[in-house]
């Protein structure tokens, strides 16, 4: 199944037979792989992701009850430098610092926190809690504590692990990989390689772009099926993401060497901000008249947005896309160019968000 087979045939797909349809939810994706996509959800299907995600925490030492901080992104909070509270995060002893914008102001302030708050426990997304490692590296930071840290929404390259565990005390780092449709679907665990398959809760397969399975230490196309869905289950469906078959392992599951989707950059300002890419798919996130798209930084002066139009197109919806660009970015040139189709890198994906600067 893909994700146009799935909004092409939605009606079909849902069990008109369901007895709980109290516990049914609507859900969409991030769009971080390709055009966002709405689907139904299970109380189930959530309640076993976040058992799933919890058994993680617990098989990398983590104490869920003990301090943390989320490293994470809310467009309400862009340009805010102070932490998130809310009730939710009170219970949890958890912190919330945004990190859709980040600055060396903002990245200073931060570290400054995360001292203060001296958390056993980091999740963040890989390229903002990279970019804050790099910045205590670079500039001979004392981190005061030494956390467990979960990074997640992208590969957790080797280069990325050693410059988080050299920043933070030669912390344990471990990727977790999700998705809304999926919900929990692999984690590293703790004194082990490889990423293991939440097996109770997702079925995966590794298929070649003919839909063969792969060879171990073979890289391929990452194919879930749901396990707890019972009202829209997503039977082998294709979720936009590649990575590299393992081996079936001794906890009787599914091992996957790496995850190698989903590739988000950053865009740099003159100030030297650096604007998240999770901030720019979030402003195409449920826009119905964009089928896909492509933002690429040329230059400091330069913006070129690919767009690949659906049947329910609308300029309007288009200009107050820009428009919010253009109030970020300040005095930019945005070209959109209109495309048939976004082209795939040689691994198969779309880099959605990326700048051509070395800076």
Same mark, same amino acid.
């Given at each position: 199944?893909?994700?146009?087979?799935?909004?092409?045939?939605?009606?079909?797909?849902?069990?008109?037979?369901?007895? $709980?349809?109290?516990?049914?939810? $609507? &859900?969409?994706?991030?769009?971080?792989?390709?055009?966002?996509?709405?689907?139904?959800?299970?109380?189930?299907?959530? &309640?076993?992701?976040?058992?799933?995600?919890?058994?993680?925490?617990?098989?990398?030492?983590?104490?869920?009850?003990?301090?943390?901080?989320?490293?994470?992104?809310?467009?309400?909070?862009?340009?805010?430098?102070?932490?998130?509270?809310?009730?939710?995060?009170?219970?949890?002893?958890?912190?919330?610092?945004?990190?859709?914008?980040?600055?060396?102001?903002?990245?200073?302030?931060?570290?400054?926190?995360?001292?203060?708050?001296?958390?056993? %426990?980091?999740?963040?997304?890989?390229?903002?809690?990279?970019?804050?490692?790099?910045?205590?590296?670079?500039?001979?930071?004392?981190? @005061?504590?030494?956390?467990?840290?979960?990074?997640?929404?992208?590969?957790?390259?080797?280069?990325?692990?050693?410059?988080?565990?050299?920043?933070?005390?030669?912390?344990?780092? %471990?990727?977790?990989?999700?998705?809304?449709?999926?919900?929990?679907?692999?984690?590293?665990?703790?004194?082990?390689?490889?990423?293991?398959?939440? %097996?109770?809760?997702?079925?995966?397969? +590794?298929?070649?772009?003919?839909?063969?399975?792969?060879?171990?230490?073979?890289?391929?196309?990452?194919?879930?099926?749901?396990?707890?869905?019972?009202?829209?289950?997503?039977?082998?469906?294709? +979720?936009?993401?590649?990575?590299?078959?393992?081996?079936?392992?001794?906890?009787?599951?599914?091992?996957?060497?790496?995850?190698?989707?989903?590739?988000?950059?950053? +865009?740099?300002?003159?100030?030297?901000?650096?604007?998240?890419?999770?901030?720019?798919?979030?402003?195409?996130?449920?826009?119905?008249?964009?089928?896909?798209?492509?933002?690429?930084?040329?230059?400091?002066?330069?913006?070129?947005?690919?767009?690949?139009?659906?049947?329910? %197109?609308?300029?309007?919806?288009?200009?107050?896309?820009?428009?919010?660009?253009? @109030?970020?970015?300040?005095?930019?040139?945005?070209?959109?160019?209109?495309?048939?189709?976004?082209?795939?890198?040689?691994?198969?994906?779309?880099?959605?968000?990326?700048?051509?600067?070395?800076?």
């Amino acid at each position: 199944m893909s994700k146009d087979i799935i909004r092409e045939n939605s009606h079909f797909l849902v069990n008109p037979n369901y007895k $709980k349809m109290s516990d049914v939810y $609507k &859900n969409s994706s991030g769009g971080s792989t390709g055009e966002p996509l709405e689907f139904y959800q299970t109380k189930d299907q959530s &309640n076993n992701g976040m058992g799933s995600y919890l058994y993680s925490m617990y098989l990398n030492k983590i104490n869920i009850y003990e301090s943390s901080v989320d490293l994470w992104g809310a467009l309400r909070d862009m340009h805010e430098m102070k932490s998130t509270f809310s009730f939710k995060f009170f219970v949890k002893n958890s912190t919330v610092l945004n990190t859709f914008i980040l600055s060396d102001d903002i990245i200073e302030n931060y570290i400054q926190n995360l001292n203060k708050i001296r958390p056993k %426990y980091i999740k963040a997304y890989v390229h903002s809690i990279y970019a804050i490692a790099k910045f205590i590296n670079k500039n001979k930071i004392k981190i @005061n504590f030494t956390p467990v840290v979960q990074t997640t929404t992208g590969p957790l390259y080797p280069e990325i692990r050693t410059e988080i565990k050299k920043a933070f005390n030669d912390a344990h780092v %471990y990727n977790f990989y999700g998705s809304r449709e999926g919900s929990a679907i692999a984690s590293e665990i703790y004194d082990l390689e490889g990423l293991f398959v939440f %097996y109770n809760n997702v079925f995966v397969e +590794i298929l070649d772009d003919n839909d063969v399975p792969v060879d171990q230490g073979v890289e391929g196309n990452i194919v879930i099926t749901t396990l707890n869905n019972f009202y829209m289950p997503l039977i082998r469906y294709k +979720i936009g993401d590649r990575g590299i078959k393992g081996d079936d392992c001794e906890f009787g599951t599914l091992k996957l060497d790496n995850v190698t989707g989903r590739t988000l950059g950053v +865009i740099h300002k003159r100030d030297k901000t650096r604007v998240d890419g999770q901030f720019f798919t979030s402003l195409f996130f449920n826009k119905d008249g964009i089928k896909n798209f492509q933002i690429i930084q040329k230059s400091m002066e330069v913006i070129e947005i690919k767009i690949v139009k659906s049947s329910k %197109y609308s300029m309007l919806q288009l200009n107050e896309i820009v428009e919010k660009i253009e @109030n970020e970015l300040g005095d930019v040139k945005i070209h959109i160019e209109f495309k048939d189709q976004i082209n795939l890198t040689a691994t198969g994906k779309i880099m959605y968000v990326y700048s051509e600067l070395d800076v």
